[in-house]
């Protein structure tokens, strides 16, 4: 979606239909008032969009951020916003919408991903570790077994947690 903000009175002035409907709103509700930039920010994120605009009277215009949209619906869509000056008025901010529900989604469905796979690796090497102990028919053949293979496994079991933190 793109609006144009006035950065002095912080009102979006002209907003495209992409945007409107993003919002699920209609170019009635932009006319009348009803579609303000405070009325589809989620309030939460209402302190987020004042530095930004302070930025941009500052600065003429803001680094990207994300933030989330209240919809008509009730959903929350989340957005990345970026801005740029608006070259035939000073004062003026180009405002860029970018959907990013899908990105999120991802995001969710890896890290629920990346959980699954320590949840069955540490189940992976506690039978690996089980079957050393019952497998070994004396306490020396035990202690051996455990210092051939399961010196090894609390490194696997480390590395994992490691590419686990760091996002792979």
Known sequence: GMAILETRSGAITVANDYLLAMTGHSRADFTSGCWTWASVTVPEFHRRDEFALET??????????????????GIRLPVRISASPLPSKPGHLVVLLQDISKQREAEARRELMMREVEHRTKNMISVVQATLRVGARTE????ALAKAVGGGLPALMGAQHVLLESQW
């Open 56 to 73: 941009a009277r500052a600065t003429g215009t803001w680094e990207p951020y994300e933030k989330e949209l209240a919809c008509a619906d």
């Open 140 to 143: 020396t053949d035990a202690r």
